[in-house]
């Protein structure tokens, strides 16, 4: 079965810094690039961040552009989302997904995509920004 599994969301304060992992079981993270989305309540799900399946292409949205790094280990099969300067507005359930031969894409809105069709999702992980 393929899985994506994030962890290391939680309660930060504004200025913090979380790292989020986002963990492939069932197959091999390789030829996959893989996409950082968040969801605020009330809000629609966007793309905050991508890496191509080399890592060798990065992309942000406007919103996290300068504070957020993304980067993959492909032999420990896992991505990360470096989240630095966290903000209230930062406050989401984020998740990471998986597309196949998949290519990083800016979107008009100023959030990212794949240009693919996302095969993979993850359970998600709650990052709260709050004093």
């Known amino acids: 079965q393929l899985q994506l599994v994030e962890s290391g969301g939680g309660l930060v304060q504004p200025g913090g810094s979380l790292r989020l992992s986002c963990a492939a079981s069932g197959f091999t993270l390789d030829y996959y690039a893989i996409g950082w989305f968040r969801q605020a309540p009330g809000k629609e799900r966007e793309g905050v961040s991508c890496?191509?399946?080399?890592?060798?292409?990065?992309k942000y949205a406007d919103s996290v552009k300068g504070r957020f790094t993304i980067s993959r280990d492909n032999a420990k099969n896992t991505v990360y989302l470096q989240m630095n300067s966290l903000k209230p507005e930062d406050t989401a359930v984020y998740y990471c997904a998986a597309a196949s031969f998949g290519r990083c894409i800016n979107n008009q809105a100023g959030t990212i995509g794949l240009n693919r069709y996302l095969e993979v999702w993850g359970q998600g992980t709650l990052v709260t920004v709050s004093s």
């Open positions: 890496i191509s399946s080399s890592g060798g292409s990065t």
